[in-house]
């Protein structure tokens, strides 16, 4: 089963908050995001039963094995194309929201080829 796009961005999201703050709950997602809390517990709903996420008796969010994959995979992919797009003269605003849009898209192949490009560029 494929995973959607909002799928990807909550796990992604929550790795980031779980690398800044230590923990998170689904208030920190909500207020991170920008979404309501009735739709973030939604999400951490069906997460959580996907297998993605796990929530302790505390209310806490961890990622399983899968949704950490997942949420890696993205943020690598959202780091490496805003930070190139910035590197060719994109705003950093542009650079961001682009590469959010893309991140979910690309294949692996284009990805993997902007990567390796990258890499030359760099060395």
């Known amino acids: ?28 997602i909500a207020n991170y995001m920008n979404f309501s809390k009735p739709s973030v517990s939604r999400a951490v709903k069906n997460l959580k ?3 993605y996420i796990e929530v302790d008796p505390s209310g806490y969010i961890n ?38 849009k893309i991140e979910h898209y690309l294949s692996h192949e284009t990805y993997d080829a902007i990567k390796k490009y990258i890499d030359r560029l760099h060395k």
């Open 63 to 100: 990622l399983t094995e899968k949704g950490f994959d997942i949420a890696e995979k993205i943020y690598e992919r959202h780091i490496t194309l805003s930070t190139w797009f910035k590197s060719i003269g994109v705003s950093e605003d542009i650079a961001l929201q682009d590469a959010c």
């Open 49 to 51: 039963n996907d297998g």
């Open 1 to 28: 089963m494929a995973i959607h796009e909002s799928a990807e961005d909550y796990l992604e999201n929550i790795l980031i908050l779980k690398n800044k703050n230590g923990k998170v709950k689904s208030i920190d």
